[in-house]
Structure formats: C-alpha cells, structure tokens
C-alpha cells in the first residue's frame, strides 16, 4: 500500500477536496483567520486562496512529500511566506505560544493520535488565540452512522488513514478546548455519500 498511500491517495484528495461546495466551505473557515497561522495537515495547499490579507505567514506541518509537491503552484501564488515547519502535527518543533490562530481540515480524520496533534496546537497558539476547524466526522443520524462505522476500516486501507466516524467536538472537547462556534450539515449530494459527507465547521479556544 506504500505507494498507494505516497502517491495516489494525495492526487485523489486533492481531486475530491476541490469540489466548489467544499471550496464554499473552505472560505467560510478561513474568513475568521489573522496574523501568523500553523495550518497542521496542509495537503496540497488548498486553503491558500482563502486566506484573508490579515494573514501575515503560513506554518505548514504536513508528513507527504507528495501533498507538498502538489502545493508548489498554490504557494508560489500566495500572497504572504508558506514555510513547512513539520511533517507530524502530534510532535511539531516549534517554540510554545509562536502563533496566532491555527487551521486544521479535513485531516483530524487521518492523524492517528488527534488528540495528541489537539495538544500541539494548543501549545502553539497564543493564549486568546483560536483554532479553525472544518473537519468530516461522526453523523447525528444512526444509519449514516452505522454506516460509517462499518466502512471505517475499508476508507482506513484506501484512503490514507482517513476515519469516517470521528467525534469532531469531542476531540476538541477532550483536548482542552472549548467549542466557540460551530456549524454542522451534509454536504449537498447523493445520499449514498452521506457517511463521508456530515461536516463540522467552526472555531475553538482555550480557556485564558
Ligand atoms: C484528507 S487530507 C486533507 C488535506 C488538507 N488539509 C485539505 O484540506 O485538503 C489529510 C491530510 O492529513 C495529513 N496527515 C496525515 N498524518 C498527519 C500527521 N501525523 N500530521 C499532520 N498531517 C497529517 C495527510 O498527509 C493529508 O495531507
């Protein structure tokens, strides 16, 4: 599966990551964001456009080589530094408290220890700082969720890591943040595609 995992599940992210409905939802997430901003989990680079101007830099901390390649165009373009300061957001070297916000998507799904990379950011981000978060995860509704449990262990082998069935506020929850604001809902399509399609989006912090 090495080369699975290495080569193709990034080109297919960034293919399935870039309909306009999550586009939509990427600008909603990054509308909020200011100053210097550790995204964890960059991928291909696909929140780049979204950032606003008040943004003054970008930590990427993001494991596939392949996943950066991809990005190079999107950060040759971007309007402010994309620096890549990590390959693992659950062990990033960085000072505590360097940034100002941080962005997590779609990639609390495929972090094999969340909580752990929750940790990091917390560490990271200033005190009054936030986290943006636009995540998959675990559905309200018992079919869908059902579903997604039982085809957790086949989206694991062909798609990088990746878990349908995460509690996206309560690894937050559980990792010390508090939930400011959140928004939930599928994404518009098929039913069929409702196990991968019920998203949290939203923002937390720390207690001061
Ligand atoms: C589904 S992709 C999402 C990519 C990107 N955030 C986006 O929104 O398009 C999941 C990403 O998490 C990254 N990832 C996996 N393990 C990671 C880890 N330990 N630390 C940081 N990122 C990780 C993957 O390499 C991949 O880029």
């Known amino acids: 599966m090495r080369f699975w995992d290495d080569r193709v599940v990034p080109v297919l992210v960034d293919?399935?990551?870039?309909?306009?409905?999550?586009?939509k939802e990427r600008r909603a997430v990054c509308s909020g964001l200011t100053g210097r901003v550790l995204e964890v989990g960059f991928g291909s680079g696909l929140n780049i456009t979204h950032y606003p101007a008040g943004v003054t830099?970008?930590?990427?901390v993001e494991p596939s080589d392949r996943g950066w390649e991809?990005?190079?165009?999107?950060?040759?373009?971007?309007?402010?530094?994309?620096?890549?300061?990590?390959?693992?957001?659950?062990?990033?070297?960085?000072?505590d408290h360097g940034f100002d916000q941080a962005l997590i998507t779609f990639s609390l799904c495929t972090i094999p220890d969340p909580a752990r990379a929750l940790r990091e950011v917390r560490r990271l981000?200033?005190?009054?700082?936030?986290?943006a978060f636009l995540e998959h995860g675990l559905s309200p509704d018992t079919r869908v969720a059902r579903w997604q449990r039982r085809l957790d262990p086949i989206e694991?082998?062909?798609?990088?890591?990746?878990?349908?069935?995460?509690?996206?506020?309560?690894?937050l929850r559980d990792a010390g943040f508090e939930v400011d604001t959140l928004e939930t809902g599928y994404l518009p399509g098929p039913?069929?595609?409702?196990?991968w399609g019920y998203l949290y989006r939203g923002t937390a912090s720390t207690p001061a």
């Open 125 to 131: 981000v200033r005190p009054g700082g936030t986290l």
């Open 15 to 23: 293919k399935m990551l870039s309909t306009g409905p999550v586009h």
């Open 156 to 171: 694991r082998r062909v798609a990088g890591g990746c878990h349908l069935s995460r509690d996206v506020p309560g690894l």
């Open 191 to 195: 039913a069929a595609m409702r196990p």
């Open 57 to 60: 830099e970008i930590a990427a």
């Open 70 to 95: 991809l990005s190079s165009r999107r950060r040759a373009g971007a309007a402010v530094p994309v620096t890549r300061i990590g390959l693992d957001g659950q062990d990033i070297a960085a000072p």
